[in-house]
């Protein structure tokens, strides 16, 4: 191994040590509170070596949210090559989203953190456009679902393009979340279960669309028997998701 080859395997082994804790830090105090100077002593790197990673703590951010989004491309790759309809894998993109959520819940935290304009303006323009590029490729998966349907016969786009279709999927999704995790919201709006809500609203926007086979958004059985195949064939290395509204044995009746 050459010199450059061993600084370069260096240089990114204390990158991930370095990012390993800024994590456990955000955890515990919140990213607001995240200071260079205790990062490096936890790190036990100097301060300066830091920003020879990262120039700012924004940017940490961002490198921290790319880890996320190859999560969720990986998640995505599984519903892309699902023996399944056109319709069904673009409804288990759902899936795997509020599963990626509930299973990697510091990853969704920072995907929140990084919309705010505030850290979108004070990151590094190359940094973000690099951690972009990731969400762009998740996109990219759902696109390749409407490709899919329209090769097939499944979907007619009409006058919309993928991105279109793939946007309305994303800010229902997004919308949720959002309303999901702002504490007490829920509780005080009564919505015993949102995520079902959400999937009963993907079936119907997908009726909308005309994207066959039509299916009844209603029709509780079949949703919950959707959310076990999708689990069964695609997702059985991950807990079955609280969020699904399917109860345990464990639970009473008047438990959400």
Known sequence: MSTADRREREFAAREKHILKIAREMIRESGFLNLQMAELARRAEYATGTLYHHFRCKEDLLYLLTTEGMQVRQTMLRRVMSWDASSRDRMAATGYADWLFVEAHPDHFRLEQLVRAADIWMRATPEVRE??????????????????????????????RTAQQIAFGFWTMSVGTHTMTHAEGLIERLDVR??????????????????????????????????????????????????????????????ET
């Not at 590029?133 to 009409?158: S, T």
């Not at 994207?211 to 069964?232: I, M, T």
Request: aromatic share 10%; hydrophobic share 40%; charged share 30%.
């Open 193 to 254: 279960h949102p995520y079902v809500m959400l999937a009963r609203n993907y079936q119907a926007l997908l009726n909308a669309l005309n994207w066959k086979p039509l299916q009844d958004p209603g029709d509780e059985s079949a949703l919950h028997a959707f959310f076990e195949r999708v689990h069964e064939e695609l997702f059985r290395d991950y807990p079955v998701s609280r969020w699904s509204g399917r109860k345990d044995e464990s639970e009473s009746d008047d």
């Open 130 to 159: 690099s951690t972009m590029n990731y969400g762009e490729a998740c996109a990219r998966q759902v696109f390749g679902i409407v490709a899919d349907a329209v090769r097939v016969g499944d979907l007619d786009l009409l006058d």
